[in-house]
C-alpha cells in the first residue's frame, strides 16, 4: 500500500520562511508532486520531483530524498496569499496519483 | 500550463434528480481522468479513474452505479451523479493527465460544488 503524511496545519508570519514536510511510503516510485489549493478551488501545480534534489522555482523550491522517503516545500518571503492547503502528491509506475491529506498553512501579518 | 475546464463550477438540485458535471482539458488530449470528493478541510479522495474508449477504474466503496462515468473522447469526461441525495453534496473535482517528456502530470478543472437540496 500507499501511506503519505503531511502536518495538518502550519502557521507563518507574513515575509518569513515555511518548510512542509511530506513523508511517504511506496513501491515504484515514480514522482512526487506539490499542489497549492485555496479554499474552495481546485488544486494547482507548483512543483515535481522525481530525482533527489532541489528543485527551485521563484520562492518556491521543492526538495525530495527517495531513500528516505521524505519531501519538503519551502516557501520564502512569504505573502498573505499563500495562506492555502498544500498537497503532496505521489505517482507510482502504472498507478494513480494519490495525494497526502494536505497542510493548511496560514499566513499571518 | 495545461487547462482543464470544469462545468458547471456549482449547481443545487432536489434530492432524486440527476446532475451531470463535465470536465474537457482544452489544450491537450488526455487519455486518462480522474474524479475526485473533496469535503470541507479534507484532502481529495479519488473516487474513479476514467480513461477514454474504455470503462472507468472505481475505487473501493464508490458506487458504478450511482456516480457514471463516461469517457467518450480524448479532451472529455462527464460525471453524472444519479438519483442525488443531500450526502452526495460535495465539491467534485476532476483532472486530466498529461504525458509528456519530463513525465506525466496532472492539471485540475476548477471543481464543481454540488448542493442537494
Known amino acids: 500500500g500507499q501511506n503519505i503524511d503531511q502536518p495538518t496545519e502550519m502557521t507563518a508570519t507574513e515575509g518569513a520562511i515555511v518548510q512542509i514536510n511530506c513523508t511517504y511510503q511506496t513501491s515504484g516510485f515514480n514522482g512526487l508532486f506539490w499542489y497549492q489549493q485555496h479554499a474552495g478551488e481546485a488544486p494547482t501545480f507548483l512543483s515535481y520531483?522525481?530525482?533527489?534534489g532541489l528543485e527551485e522555482k521563484g520562492r518556491f523550491s521543492s526538495f525530495l530524498s527517495r531513500s528516505k522517503g521524505y519531501s519538503y516545500l519551502l516557501l520564502k518571503e512569504l505573502q498573505m496569499k499563500d495562506s492555502a492547503s498544500y498537497l503532496c502528491a505521489v505517482k507510482n509506475y502504472g498507478q494513480n496519483f494519490v495525494f497526502g491529506p494536505g497542510t493548511r498553512l496560514s499566513v499571518l501579518p | 500550463g495545461a487547462v482543464v475546464s470544469q462545468h458547471p463550477s456549482w449547481v443545487i438540485c432536489k434530492s432524486g434528480t440527476s446532475v451531470k458535471i463535465e470536465c474537457r482539458s482544452l489544450?491537450?488530449?488526455?487519455?486518462?481522468m480522474f474524479w475526485y470528493r473533496q469535503f470541507p478541510k479534507q484532502s481529495l479522495m479519488l473516487m474513479a479513474t476514467s480513461n477514454e474508449g474504455s470503462k472507468a477504474t472505481y475505487e473501493q466503496g464508490v458506487e458504478k452505479d450511482k456516480f457514471l462515468i463516461n469517457h467518450a473522447s480524448l479532451t472529455l469526461s462527464t460525471l453524472t451523479v444519479t438519483s442525488a441525495h443531500p450526502e452526495d453534496s460535495s465539491f467534485y473535482i476532476c483532472s486530466a493527465r498529461q504525458d509528456g517528456r519530463m513525465g506525466e502530470k496532472l492539471f485540475f478543472g476548477s471543481g464543481t460544488q454540488l448542493s442537494v437540496l
Open positions: 520531483n522525481v530525482l533527489d
Open positions: 489544450d491537450f488530449q488526455a487519455t486518462t
